[in-house]
């Protein structure tokens, strides 16, 4: 069986002849060519990603792009540019102005914020007004190139982004201004963004389910130490719970992306009926083991990751690699529904020969 054939078996509930190995491998890449890469037009969708999947016998599966564009209208206009080592990304509106600036790290080959875009509510309000006049346009066709890129290598997860509170939590706001406006500044001005951004996005997962991408995919990076369960469930769990459900009668799939702390979210997650738990990061990086995981999640839910970042650096022997992730496919005796993958992504500074490892692993101890 090829890994998207076992992933596909996963994803219906049923058994392969063995846990599926997918990589997130984009990071890595990026860094191993010690090159500046484009934020604003991130893609694994190329030959050169694929050709690394087939070198190291990994499925491939994440960044492959989306399956629409955004347009604007109110007089919004949206701008991403790069100079330099700065990207600004902008909104003009009528009501005024707002951006986010991100510098050029190279020591770890990422984009560091240092500037929020929304850093008041004056800030929130000119924001909330860009996300009213939001609008999609689909693109299904992309699904056909995705396809002929990927072929049996593996299974593209097209992203929709992601989720109201995500996107000032993760993105436009950070945590602590978030919190801040949730518990004092702005409750109800907070409560008026999500509420119209999941409008929004629920809009966007109308226009994926008549979409052919079996699965789909969003990100809000959860942290049960950022987004605790409490939040979750007021601003997120029910929004969690139509997505799955639109996707469901569309006779789709969706994951959504946590690579956090997992203790009492996961759990939540499960509720909702969301399908896969992606990036999910055990001990010591993360705050559970594998089986606490599966103990939380119940048995449906499929749980991808399993290798904590550390892990995978020269720094750690490689017998204490290979029972790190033996304890991961031992999940497999309590549920099939399992990916042995990266939490939540292979970090710079691994050697192709670890990764290339993980294979050998799973054909020897990842069998049902």
Known sequence: ???????LKVLKGEAPDRVP???????????????????????????????????????????????HDEYYTGGVERERITTGGVAVEKFKTPLGEVSMERRWNPLSFSWDISKLMVENSGDLKILLYAIENRGFTPKHERWETIEKIGGDVGLGFPSIGYTGL?????????????????????PDLINRYIDTYN?????????????????????????SDIQSPDIFRTYSFNHYKMIAAKLHKAGKTASTHIDGMLNGILEIIAETGIDVADACTPSPTGDLTPREMREQAGSNMVLMGGISPNMWLPSTAEKDFVSHVREWLDLRKISNRLVQ????????????????????????????
């Open 199 to 223: 409008k929004k996005h629920l809009e966007l997962v109308d226009l994926y389910c008549q979409s052919p991408a079996p699965h789909i995919f969003f990100t809000d990076n959860l942290s």
């Open 21 to 67: 190995w997918f990589a997130d491998l984009g990071h890595w890449l990026r860094a191993e060519s010690g090159e500046q890469w484009d934020l604003f037009n991130i893609n694994n969708c190329t030959d050169e990603m694929i050709g690394l999947h087939k070198e190291v016998k990994a499925g491939w599966y994440i960044e492959v792009g989306a399956l």
């Open 341 to 368: 993958s990266a939490g939540d992504q292979v970090p710079p500074g691994t050697e192709l020969k670890r990764i290339k490892l993980v294979y050998d692993l799973v054909e020897e101890y990842g069998r049902y």
């Open 1 to 7: 069986m090829t890994e998207r054939e076992r992933l």
């Open 166 to 186: 995500g996107s000032l939590i993760s993105y436009y706001m950070g945590i602590q201004n978030t919190i801040y406006a949730i518990y004092g500044e702005a």
